[in-house]
């Protein structure tokens, strides 16, 4: 009991500090204590439950271990700040996997005057991928706005110009995308500006972060240190 004790213990730490979130640790320890920890489950549930604990409390303990002596940051000790968000597991793991079947068929036309299918190929690899993405468009341009792009890869795959499909209220449209950041003042401003008129409620998320006029260079890949990073998609012809 004590052993299930401590790799609770464990795993609610790093559980926390993985999140900040306290309200996270509570609806674990409840759903913990029901599942596993009560009369309500006894026997061959309560002994599965409490031993995966346990694997999981020892695994962390290990690779905090193994971090510290490679000189990493500890995995049980608070973040660096760095890592990503819960909620962009959750986006892609659960949320994701529902939304993208839905766009392709007729039930998601509606949610796809929002949310695009995006179809690109994988810079390195060719491979072909898809990802739903939230959009504004203004005539034959797309505007999308990855959130927390220093936790994202895909948009890094269109960086040198790529063609890219699309899956638009049911319509699927072919373009050209560009990504900009700080080094494109005017043209990440009149694409910030356009992608709020569209989808306000992220004015306040770029409050902080608002384009400045910055000096055009192609020297540097795109950063996400000074600000946002906007993929603009130029479709091939009006579909209107």
């Not at 795993?11 to 900040?20: A, F, G, I, P």
């Not at 309200?23 to 006894?42: M, P």
């Amino acid at each position: 009991m004590f052993l299930g004790l401590t790799c609770g213990a464990f795993v609610l730490t790093w559980l926390y500090n993985r999140t900040s979130s306290i309200l996270l640790v509570i609806v674990w320890h409840g759903t913990y204590n029901f599942v596993g920890g009560t009369q309500a489950a006894t026997g061959v549930l309560a002994t599965v439950i409490s031993t995966l604990i346990m694997i999981q409390g020892i695994a962390l303990v290990l690779l905090d271990l193994r971090a510290r002596r490679g000189g990493r940051p500890s995995i049980l000790g608070p973040g660096t700040g760095k890592e990503p968000p819960i909620s962009l597991w959750v986006t892609n793991h659960l949320a994701n996997p529902v939304v993208r079947p839905l766009l392709r068929r007729p039930i998601g036309h509606r949610l796809g005057r929002h949310v695009a299918l995006l179809r690109y190929h994988g810079r390195r690899t060719g491979r072909s991928y898809e990802l739903p993405v939230q959009y504004a468009r203004d005539g034959n341009r797309v505007w999308i706005l990855p959130g927390a792009p220093e936790h994202k890869i895909w948009w890094r795959n269109l960086c040198d110009g790529a063609e890219v499909d699309l899956t638009l209220a049911g319509r699927c449209l072919h373009g050209h995308s560009v990504v900009l950041d700080q080094r494109h003042g005017p043209e990440l401003t009149e694409g910030v500006s356009a992608y709020l008129r569209d989808v306000p409620h992220v004015r306040q998320v770029l409050g902080a972060t608002r384009p400045t006029p910055a000096k055009t260079t192609t020297e540097a890949p795109p950063s996400t240190d000074q600000g946002p990073v906007l993929v603009r998609i130029d479709l091939d012809h009006d579909t209107d």
